[in-house]
């Protein structure tokens, strides 16, 4: 399936969302339409695996039997299923039962089955719990079946869940079974899902535009950017990862086998479980992804607490879009925490500079961090100048990237995009002013291909161009009181052009010339017409303009 396909599956399956949510939110029907597009990815890897480990004795579905062909497997080879069912975990690495495959759901669905609503509901606690080696318990703890938001009574639900599964079956129906293309419609789905959302979209959605100018920072070479990409990163990590859309489009730069494992951590159970979704739904193994629920800024993640220094975890790469300015309890003996003690703890009113150093402590010597915040951060006193003017002496901070405002679902207000490293050969800091550089949308302003292009070329490159990009030593910058005000260091001001009195005098003679000649030929005119000379050249002819 082509891109253009792939587009419009994600547009077909949101206008169905559109038709059939009624007066469920947004938000609430987000949550059973992605769950039923990730049973259906699911079941269609699931069963063309079946397929080809079972050869020849994968049934055709018979003329009169409306099961799906692994359920006539199932009944016809009950003595064969449990060394089936290992042989699929070692391959897939997950199992589902006949009854639970979406075919089989959509089947139901189609003939209004009664059972569906007991079906659906035993599935999804089969694949919480039994499906995968590593379990995804809680995988769909946020789809309530029994919502009143369904209908009142069983019936009314049961028949709810008919109609929503089969529409949705009827649109996949229409394009290729290709199920790599369900990843792409997933994800424009989430999109879709943010627009309406509000300020909830920041909780989790990156914009694709501003997720693929981190993902590309973060692939480059970090000690030699103009090298080009990384030939692999063997650990990365979102701390604040939504959705899993900008880890997902790291592992897109990087190819399938271009990163060995992929980290992430959410406070939001309904986003944690849909970044779960997410990986899986993109073909990323369960071995190869670990999503964390829980609260960074406590850092309550055992894997990220391990005190024997062999064993803690450093990352290649961080990429991270963390809400902008949250309250967090900044606690007196937080300032012991090993993330922060260093450069100071980020001030209550706002949790942006806890969020980086939180990051910033996990990463590799050799790493880069690319970290999406609001402007504030650049300028702010107090703690926040503190932590700054530690990061820059330390020669910590890279790269700032000005971007334009309301790139955001969740918000208006412009942002930057700041890059570091805990060791760098450049002794100053590169700034790009590309907050001008945008196209106005209806609801928000759009980076094209070609912004998006010139911001990492001129990150790669370390490119200066007058009034967009210059690198500052950092002795300028401690002038500035380490202050990175971006319009500090770049002028978007277009100097007023020389003016050439001579040229402009030579000109205004000629342009005289011109008018007297006009007005001559015109009284000719009027003359020849027994009518009255214009105004003021009644004269013309008799003097030369001097």
């Excluded at 391959?91 to 089989?104: D, G, M, R, T």
């Excluded at 450069?343 to 706002?350: I, T, V």
Aim: proline share 3%; with cysteine; aromatic share 10%.
């Amino acid at each position: 399936m082509n891109d253009k396909d792939q587009k419009q599956l994600g547009k077909t399956l949101w206008n169905i969302a559109d038709q059939l949510r009624g007066a469920m939110n947004a938000d609430d029907f987000r949550d059973y339409m992605l769950s039923f597009l990730f049973l259906r990815y699911l079941s269609d890897n699931y069963e063309t695996a079946a397929k080809k480990e079972l050869g020849k004795d994968y049934l055709a579905l018979d003329a009169d039997d409306h099961r799906v062909p692994l359920a006539l497997w199932y009944a016809n080879n009950p003595d064969d299923i449990a060394a089936f069912e290992k042989q699929m975990r070692r391959k897939v690495h997950y199992v589902i039962q006949p009854p639970h495959l979406w075919n089989s759901v959509a089947n139901m669905a189609r003939t209004q089955n009664g059972e569906l609503l007991n079906t659906l509901q035993a599935g999804f606690k089969y694949i919480e719990n039994e499906s995968f080696e590593s379990t995804f318990q809680g995988l769909f703890s946020e789809i309530n079946l029994s919502s009143d938001k369904l209908g009142r009574t069983y019936s009314d639900r049961n028949s709810k869940l008919c109609t929503i599964i089969q529409k949705i079956a009827e649109g996949l129906t229409e394009f290729s079974t290709d199920i790599d293309a369900l990843g792409d419609a997933y994800e424009y789905l989430i999109g879709q899902f943010a627009a309406g959302s509000g300020k909830k979209a920041g909780e989790f959605y990156t914009p694709q535009q501003i997720s693929d100018i981190l993902s590309a920072i973060v692939t480059l070479d970090s000690q030699e950017p103009s090298t080009g990409k990384k030939s692999r990163l063997d650990k990365v990590m979102d701390f604040a990862c939504g959705s899993g859309s900008l880890l997902l489009n790291v592992r897109k730069r990087m190819g399938q086998h271009g990163i060995g494992k992929i980290y992430g951590q959410e406070k939001n159970i309904t986003t944690y479980n849909l970044a779960r979704m997410n990986m899986l739904l993109h073909g990323v193994k369960d071995t190869e992804f670990e999503i964390y629920h829980g609260d960074t800024l406590l850092n309550d993640w055992d894997m990220l607490r391990e005190l024997n220094p062999a064993k803690k975890p450093y990352f290649d790469a961080i990429v991270a879009n963390p809400p902008f300015s949250y309250r967090w309890e900044a606690k007196d003996a937080m300032a012991d925490d090993v993330r922060f003690k260093n450069h100071g703890l980020a001030p209550k009113s706002a949790a942006d500079f806890a969020f980086l150093l939180h990051g910033f402590h996990f990463l590799k010597d050799e790493g880069v961090m690319a970290i999406i915040l609001p402007h504030g951060v650049l300028f702010r006193g107090g703690a926040e100048e503190r932590i700054r003017t530690k990061l820059l002496k330390d020669g910590h901070v890279d790269t700032v990237i000005g971007l334009p405002g309301n790139l955001f679902y969740s918000t208006g207000i412009p942002v930057c995009i700041l890059v570091l490293k805990k060791c760098k050969k450049p002794d100053d800091v590169l700034f790009i002013n590309a907050a001008e550089h945008f196209v106005k949308g209806k609801r928000q302003n759009q980076l094209t291909d070609e912004h998006i292009a010139k911001i990492i070329d001129t990150y790669q490159f370390r490119k200066e161009e007058e009034r967009y990009s210059k690198r500052i030593p950092i002795e300028r910058i401690a002038d500035e009181g380490f202050n990175l005000n971006i319009s500090r260091y770049i002028s978007t001001a277009i100097a007023d052009s020389k003016i050439d009195l001579a040229m402009t005098h030579s000109e205004l003679v000629s342009l005289e010339h011109s008018i007297l000649a006009a007005a001559e030929k015109h009284n000719e005119f009027l003359s020849e017409l027994g009518l009255a000379p214009l105004p003021g050249f009644a004269s013309l002819g008799r003097t030369e303009p001097s």
